[in-house]
């Protein structure tokens, strides 16, 4: 039977993008974040090093199991983790799985010592519906796994790396949980490996990359990025682009985490002409002159349960910088996928006099969904007087 890889990665990417890696592709194990490659032989690091070229991944794992069911119907929370946990179960013994593939590819998993290894369970899904149902699974698996471990002095912890002992080999073992799939495996590398040149991230990459093909920035332009918390969207357009790229950052903090990338960033591009990039720890108020930008980069900075009120403020702030743009300036905004960041952005973008709508689409990381919107400025027989 062959080996097969998952990889995790934002929505925005295509079967284009997916076929770039001349790796035969499961297609009916695929969803909108995960790609599930096959492999005849032993997977060999050459191709994760063509994922990493690649540069849209934010995950690899080995995979397991990977189950694909219809949408369930409304169920309690209780049988909602019972079908889980039959899925899990289903031919799959976890322990033995494990050390099969940890002895399998020793390169990749250097253990010191087979009967001190750490196994950390990591439990997520992107979907409401099973949300209070990885409670249960949690406490399914401390039952499941507890007798198993046991005999093998094979320490492990749910959702939490908790301390690392002497010569102990620490490896985790994934569960993604969507609306109608569930993938289970052992991570190879994270987004650490694909996007060598952060030290933080807010977005782990992958949407990053996508966002900065998106806009067609051209060379030489001037970009701004209002919320620029980690930089990591303006170290993908230089990338891309040989540009000027400015950030704005609201705390200091973010600053420092913002400078510190660039400096890994200019590490990891030694001998390279590095492009020009600054960052202002600065509110988001009217001291820059947004006529000499080309092009604007907005992260809305609030979760979805942020008060209305501010969501509000930063939009109408956001509104307020694009009327003091020349014409012709391209915007784009990302913003938590909730309906009420999806009504004021109607409310706020359609049918405006000095701004009209190019791109409008939701997207997706494994356990964030956003909204994404590319606005450009009217010209100059268009602007309002």
């Known amino acids: 039977m062959p080996d097969k890889i998952f990889l995790t990665h934002s929505s925005l990417i295509t079967a284009r993008h997916r076929a770039?890696?001349?790796?035969?592709?499961?297609?009916?194990?695929?969803?909108?974040?995960?790609t599930v490659y096959n492999f005849d032989e032993p997977i060999t690091f050459d191709f994760l090093r063509r994922v990493r070229k690649w540069r849209h991944a934010t995950f690899a794992h080995?995979?397991?199991?990977?189950?694909?069911?219809?949408?369930?119907?409304?169920?309690?929370?209780?049988?909602?983790?019972?079908?889980?946990?039959?899925?899990l179960t289903q031919d799959y013994q976890y322990v033995n799985s494990i050390i099969n593939y940890i002895k399998k590819y020793p390169?990749?998993?250097?253990?010191?010592?087979?009967?001190?290894?750490?196994?950390?369970?990591?439990?997520?899904?992107?979907?409401?519906?099973?949300?209070?149902?990885?409670?249960?699974?949690?406490?399914?698996?401390v039952g499941n796994l507890l007798e198993e471990t046991t005999s093998r002095k094979l320490q492990w912890c749910i959702n939490e790396q908790g301390p690392v002992?002497?010569?102990?080999?620490?490896?985790?073992?994934?569960?993604?949980?969507?609306s109608n799939s569930i993938y289970t495996g052992l991570r190879l590398v994270?987004?650490?490996?694909?996007?060598?040149?952060?030290?933080?991230?807010?977005?782990?990459?992958?949407?990053?990359?996508a966002v900065a093909e998106l806009t067609n920035i051209t060379d030489g332009s001037i970009v701004l990025d209002l919320n620029a918390v980690v930089g990591?969207?303006?170290l993908e357009v230089l990338l891309l682009k040989n540009c000027y790229c400015i950030g704005i950052a609201q705390e200091l903090d973010d600053s420092e985490g913002a400078?510190?990338?660039?400096?890994?960033?200019?590490?990891?591009?030694?001998?390279?002409?590095?492009?020009?990039?600054?960052?202002?720890?600065?509110?988001?108020?009217?001291?820059?002159?947004?006529?000499?930008?080309?092009?604007?980069?907005?992260?809305?900075?609030?979760?979805?349960?942020?008060?209305?009120?501010?969501?509000?403020?930063?939009?109408?702030?956001?509104?307020?910088?694009?009327?003091?743009?020349?014409?012709?300036?391209?915007?784009?905004?990302?913003?938590?996928?909730?309906?009420?960041?999806?009504?004021?952005?109607?409310?706020?973008?359609?049918?405006?006099?000095?701004?009209?709508?190019?791109?409008s689409c939701f997207f997706e990381e494994f356990h964030r969904k956003y909204g994404l919107i590319q606005l450009q400025t009217a010209p100059c027989f268009m602007m309002p007087l």
């Open 232 to 234: 990591e969207l303006l």
């Open 20 to 34: 770039d890696l001349d790796v035969e592709v499961e297609e009916r194990s695929c969803d909108k974040v995960h």
């Open 190 to 209: 994270d987004y650490q490996f694909f996007y060598p040149y952060l030290s933080q991230t807010s977005q782990y990459g992958s949407s990053s990359m």
């Open 259 to 359: 400078l510190k990338n660039f400096e890994k960033f200019k590490s990891w591009r030694r001998g390279s002409k590095i492009p020009y990039f600054d960052i202002i720890a600065a509110e988001m108020k009217g001291f820059f002159n947004f006529y000499a930008v080309d092009h604007i980069l907005a992260r809305c900075p609030f979760r979805s349960t942020q008060p209305i009120s501010e969501v509000q403020d930063y939009f109408n702030h956001f509104d307020s910088f694009l009327k003091n743009c020349r014409p012709n300036v391209t915007a784009t905004l990302i913003y938590p996928k909730a309906p009420e960041y999806v009504t004021i952005v109607k409310e706020m973008f359609v049918e405006r006099s000095h701004i009209r709508i190019t791109k």
């Open 62 to 87: 080995l995979l397991m199991q990977c189950v694909i069911w219809k949408e369930p119907t409304v169920m309690s929370d209780c049988k909602r983790a019972d079908e889980l946990c039959a899925v």
């Open 107 to 141: 390169r990749w998993f250097k253990v010191k010592d087979y009967r001190k290894i750490k196994l950390i369970v990591q439990i997520c899904t992107n979907t409401q519906y099973y949300a209070d149902a990885t409670t249960i699974l949690e406490t399914y698996f």
């Open 165 to 178: 002992h002497e010569n102990q080999s620490t490896y985790y073992l994934t569960v993604h949980i969507t």
